[in-house]
């Protein structure tokens, strides 16, 4: 099974700073990496999906950008409203469609 | 709109079982694979099972093969999730979770709000 690892685990940033999250997979997943944004208490929501693609309505201050095994997830300018934990997630070939640990994003 | 809702959770014994139901609405159902993920309280996302548009693959996660059991009825517009030897460790929140489709890189798009499973004596 394909394992993802992301990191940091936690980060606290400043509202207005550049932040950024990285994801590894263990073995190459080509672009097949999705990103999701959970806000406590509530549903995760899809925010990028194939690496680099922003979903509709999804603010341009949010990017993806990696192939292979190395992908990074970069808030441009954070914003208060933007605290939240962001997993990504693999989705190469079959099944199990594995998740990253989580990144709990805070503010300072 | 394009909703998810689940319903059947709630408070069971180790070993007994449960079935959770997810009524889709707003879109064309039987033309989306769905999948179950599920979230322990204060843990991540564990992708448990998926189900393909027409019902003619399932998978599962390891944690759950042989004991859970994913189906669709495409004329009713529902998802199942028959859960049988519960466990302590299946304790989670349960999201029933639409794919999109190669046209978004098979991600998670739409998302029920949850129905919270709890295993214990």
């Known amino acids: 099974d394909i394992q993802m690892t992301q990191s940091p685990s936690s980060l606290s940033a400043s509202v207005g700073d550049r932040v950024t999250i990285t994801c590894q997979a263990s073995q190459d997943i080509s672009n097949y990496l999705n990103w999701y944004q959970q806000k406590p208490g509530k549903a995760p929501k899809f925010l990028i999906y194939?690496?680099?693609n922003l979903e509709t309505g999804v603010p341009s201050r949010f990017s993806g950008s990696g192939s292979g095994t190395d992908f990074t997830f970069t808030i441009s300018s954070l914003q208060p409203e933007d605290i939240a934990t962001y997993y990504c997630q693999q989705y190469d070939n079959l099944p199990p469609y594995t998740f990253g640990q989580g990144t709990k994003l805070e503010i300072k | 709109q394009v909703q998810l809702v689940e319903s059947g959770g709630g408070v069971v014994q180790p070993g007994r079982s449960l079935r959770l139901s997810c009524a889709a609405s707003?879109?064309?159902?039987?033309?989306?694979?769905m999948h179950w993920v599920r979230q322990a309280p204060g843990k991540g996302l564990e992708w448990v099972a998926v189900i393909w548009y027409d019902g003619s693959n399932k998978y599962y996660a390891d944690s759950v093969k042989g004991r859970f059991t994913i189906s669709r009825d495409n004329s009713k517009n529902t998802l199942y999730l028959q859960m049988n030897s519960l466990r302590a460790e299946d304790t989670a929140v349960y999201y029933c979770?639409?794919?999109?489709?190669?046209?978004?890189?098979?991600?998670?798009?739409?998302w029920g709000q949850g129905t919270m499973v709890t295993v214990s004596s």
């Open positions: 194939d690496a680099s």
């Open positions: 979770v639409r794919n999109c489709g190669g046209d978004c890189g098979y991600a998670f798009d739409i």
């Open positions: 707003g879109f064309t159902f039987s033309s989306y694979g």
